[in-house]
């Protein structure tokens, strides 16, 4: 018994200890893409990736509410950094995760909701910060009637439900020779112009459905690991999908979905985790001291 103890205490340590080794890396790859002293593409995005399931680990092993939520701060820092640019979609994403490790590593029989929202504080704050800034965007842009917004607005209003549509190829090229154009950011709005609303979005949510079905027989068979690889591959689309049809500006993954090799092994990374990972073992009530 003494030798579980010590284990689990040990195993608290090397996982809390992990997690700030991974923290300090995002936050020296963030900085130093801003200031663009040494990289020239941001690393953290690949690295959060994969931290929800350390942070699920180390969360699983403390005792009590209060070092939950001090440390779900303490992570919440680095992903702070993202307000500087308005990557939503990041923070969106992982806000989510962070809320939904902490859900997994608590003892779920005596869970209320507002124990669940004081230890997952931050990454409630965090999201509603979130929602916010993509809110005040939409505004923003429908008032003012934003060069993006206005064409991408058009596209989808005048899409035919099948087949082509030339008033929305017409805004499709006006994008095509924007300045600033990012590669393949408009992929959705594209294929709209090519085949129409209909069958884009029959595929975007048979691909959510087949992501939430894997999630929730995830979360039914104890396979936490699994869950978590399909809700953040999950939240990625829907935020790509957001990107591509202008509500979400300034976004990561309008950029990272195509021809990137890195993220592209980062993907399959998680789809492997999606599959192979095994069930969790049964969590035991904590003891009253």
Same mark, same amino acid.
């Given at each position: !018994?003494?030798?579980?103890?010590?284990? &689990?205490?040990?195993?608290?340590?090397?996982?809390?200890?992990?997690?700030?080794?991974?923290?300090?890396?995002? +936050?020296?790859?963030?900085?130093?893409?801003?200031? =663009?002293?040494?990289?020239?593409?941001?690393?953290?995005?690949?690295?959060? @990736?994969?931290?929800?399931?350390?942070?699920?680990?180390?969360?699983?092993?403390?005792?009590?509410?209060?070092? =939950?939520?001090?440390? &779900?701060?303490?992570?919440?820092?680095?992903?702070? !950094?993202? $307000?500087?640019?308005?990557?939503?979609? *990041?923070?969106?994403?992982?806000?989510?995760?962070?809320?939904? +490790?902490?859900?997994?590593? !608590? &003892?779920?029989?005596?869970?209320?909701?507002? =124990?669940? $929202?004081?230890?997952?504080?931050?990454?409630?704050?965090?999201? $509603?910060?979130?929602?916010?800034?993509?809110?005040?965007?939409?505004?923003? &842009?429908?008032?003012?009637?934003?060069?993006?917004?206005?064409?991408?607005?058009?596209?989808?209003?005048? %899409?035919?439900?099948?087949?082509?549509?030339?008033?929305?190829?017409?805004?499709?090229?006006?994008?095509?020779?924007?300045?600033?154009?990012?590669?393949?950011?408009?992929?959705?709005?594209?294929?709209?112009?090519?085949?129409?609303?209909?069958?884009?979005?029959?595929?975007?949510?048979?691909?959510?459905?087949?992501?939430? %079905?894997?999630?929730?027989?995830? #979360?039914?068979?104890?396979?936490?690991?699994?869950?978590? %690889?399909? *809700?953040?591959?999950?939240?990625?689309?829907?935020?790509?999908?957001? +990107?591509?049809?202008?509500?979400?500006?300034?976004?990561? #993954?309008?950029?990272?979905?195509?021809?990137?090799?890195?993220?592209?092994?980062?993907?399959?990374? @998680?789809?492997?985790?999606?599959?192979?990972?095994?069930?969790?073992?049964?969590?035991?009530?904590?003891?009253?001291?």
């Amino acid at each position: !018994m003494i030798i579980k103890k010590q284990y &689990n205490i040990n195993g608290e340590k090397v996982y809390i200890a992990l997690t700030c080794i991974l923290l300090v890396i995002i +936050s020296v790859f963030k900085l130093s893409y801003v200031n =663009r002293e040494f990289f020239v593409t941001d690393y953290s995005v690949y690295v959060f @990736l994969f931290m929800p399931f350390l942070l699920y680990k180390a969360l699983a092993d403390m005792k009590d509410d209060m070092t =939950r939520m001090s440390f &779900n701060w303490i992570c919440v820092i680095p992903m702070s !950094m993202y $307000l500087y640019r308005k990557q939503f979609d *990041v923070l969106i994403t992982y806000s989510i995760m962070g809320m939904l +490790s902490t859900f997994l590593a !608590m &003892n779920r029989k005596q869970l209320s909701i507002s =124990r669940f $929202l004081s230890v997952s504080s931050g990454f409630v704050m965090l999201n $509603l910060v979130s929602i916010y800034g993509v809110g005040r965007q939409l505004v923003y &842009n429908s008032i003012n009637e934003g060069y993006i917004y206005y064409c991408v607005h058009n596209i989808i209003k005048n %899409a035919k439900m099948f087949g082509f549509s030339e008033a929305s190829e017409g805004y499709y090229n006006m994008l095509e020779i924007m300045p600033m154009r990012v590669m393949n950011r408009y992929f959705i709005a594209k294929n709209i112009v090519q085949y129409g609303i209909i069958p884009v979005l029959a595929i975007m949510f048979t691909i959510v459905a087949a992501l939430s %079905a894997i999630a929730y027989t995830g #979360y039914k068979k104890g396979r936490y690991f699994s869950m978590m %690889a399909a *809700v953040t591959i999950n939240i990625q689309i829907i935020c790509y999908f957001l +990107s591509n049809i202008g509500i979400l500006e300034n976004s990561v #993954y309008e950029i990272i979905f195509h021809g990137n090799p890195t993220y592209s092994v980062c993907v399959l990374a @998680l789809v492997c985790i999606m599959f192979v990972s095994k069930t969790a073992p049964a969590q035991k009530p904590l003891r009253s001291r």
